[in-house]
Nanobody
């Protein structure tokens, strides 16, 4: 099982980025996927999650209305579209996969079994 996040970069406040999580070694429609971020000196936090069939999504309050999670099972990729970025969104973003996660625990990092390397997102003011 492998996951690889990409698409990060440097953007001005108000700008947009689209992160991609490329997956391999498993069937995407059988796993729940979460996006998490960690800023320097802060704990890892859940940003957005999507369950295996795509019917349930979750967003942290801080990103709801600005970020959109989606997935393409044919390409085995999960996307995180990030609009109206703010300096406080600056962090390393990682994606993770887990199977049969209880819906109410989708946002917790401990619910996931597999993690990919992160991608840096930096938002300048």
């Amino acid at each position: 099982v492998q996951l690889q996040a990409s698409g990060g970069g440097l953007v001005q406040a108000g700008g947009s980025l689209r992160l991609s999580c490329a997956t391999s070694g498993f069937t995407l429609d059988e796993y729940d996927i979460g996006w998490f971020r960690q800023a320097p000196g802060k704990r890892r936090e859940g940003v957005s999650c999507i369950n295996s069939n795509g019917g349930t999504t979750y967003y942290a309050d801080s990103v709801r209305g600005r970020f959109t999670i989606s997935k393409d099972n044919t390409k085995n990729i999960v996307y995180l579209q990030m609009n109206n970025l703010k300096p406080e969104d600056t962090a390393v973003y990682s994606c993770a996969a887990g199977a049969r996660i209880i819906v109410t625990t989708l946002i917790y990092p401990t619910s996931y079994d597999y993690w990919g390397q992160g991608t840096q997102v930096t938002v300048s003011s």
